[in-house]
């Protein structure tokens, strides 16, 4: 188990990402439709005793890594004392939040004394009026407030920026500068065709247009790939001036599905094996009955099902919201 869970196409996979919540603050236009989306009853959910079995379940299964996301994980009641509690009893874990900072602030010292492995914050326009067209209910103060109090805390921040074509990719000096100046690192990610209903050709950015518009581009120089057996998608560059790093996931134009290492669970307690994928393998039934070998077994199963590639993945309806990203 020394490498994670056995997948197909000679994968293994050691990071988890676990929704803890599909509600969310925000209305994100990339994330749901206008019309929001059907959210579940807290009794359809994973409690917090749940996601403590999984958690320990899937760290006897191999996997070094988890990351909560929702929705919104701070808008669930008792989340951080749910985090203390699972690195109190499984401290070797890393663990890892994605959240859209708007609720951070009030926990930023007790986030930080827990010494998480990083806390990522979508942040995809430092305009607010361009901030509230995209969150639709987001306050842009609101979440450069939570940012300065998670290092202020000393909490490991990065910032999660979707480019968008016509929108935001004009920001990106200025996003570059803010990243730099409030000491996080900031990564660039590609508008993902998850949703077709939100999915426009037109919006979309690669990784290599990003390249080309970086100020002072012949500065910038790519880092060798890290070999850490947790490394995510991210391709990293260095200013050889400043020393700023700078991440970028091309999910789209270079995708990384021969070396995806991850599997997703929604708060409804879904395994699902590709980000695109809308098949999914329950474990509610196992975790409600504490039954450890038919959690194994499915999530085992699930593993299995993951696909060669995304782009071989017939979609159906599915959001952004729920899946956790």
């Keep these: 188990m020394e490498r994670g869970i056995e997948s197909s196409f000679g994968r293994y996979l050691n990071y988890v990402r676990i929704s803890v919540t599909d509600r969310c603050n925000f209305r994100c236009r990339y994330c749901m439709p206008s ?11 994973m409690s917090y005793e749940d996601i403590l079995f999984l958690a320990k379940t899937l760290s006897s299964m191999g996997v070094k890594r988890l990351r909560f996301t929702g929705g919104e994980p701070f808008v669930r009641k008792d989340f951080v004392p749910f985090l203390e ?5 499984l401290p070797d874990l890393a663990v890892a939040v994605t959240t859209n900072g708007s609720l951070v602030k009030p926990w930023a010292n007790r986030l930080g004394n827990l010494g998480l492995d990083g806390i990522s914050v979508s942040l995809d326009s430092l305009k607010p009026d ?3 067209n995209i969150t639709r209910l987001g306050d842009l103060g609101s979440v450069i407030e939570g940012i300065e109090a998670l290092v202020d805390s000393s909490n490991a921040v990065k910032l999660n920026t979707v480019m968008v074509k016509g929108f935001n990719d004009d920001e990106l000096p200025d996003l570059i500068d803010f990243a730099r100046e409030k000491g996080v690192l900031l990564r660039l990610i590609e508008f993902m065709p998850l949703d077709s209903e939100v999915w426009l050709e037109n919006a979309f950015v690669s990784v290599d247009d990003m390249i080309d518009g970086l100020p002072d581009g012949e500065l910038w120089i790519p880092e060798r790939p890290s070999d850490s057996v947790t490394s995510g998608p991210s391709v990293y560059y260095r200013n050889r001036t400043t020393g700023q790093r700078l991440g970028l996931i091309a999910a789209v134009s270079h995708h990384f599905c021969d070396r995806c290492n991850r599997l997703r669970i929604t708060s409804d307690g879904e395994v699902r094996p590709c980000l695109f994928d809308v098949r999914g393998r329950s474990v509610m039934s196992a975790l409600r009955d504490r039954c450890s070998e038919a959690l194994v077994e499915t999530i085992a199963v699930a593993a299995l099902d993951k696909p060669e590639c ?3 993945v017939a979609r159906g309806e599915s959001h952004m919201s729920r899946i956790g990203g």
């Design 130 to 132: 361009r901030f509230r």
């Design 85 to 89: 509690r699972l690195k109190s009893e």
């Design 310 to 312: 995304w782009t071989k």
């Design 35 to 45: 019309r929001g989306v059907p959210t579940l009853s807290h009794e359809e959910i």
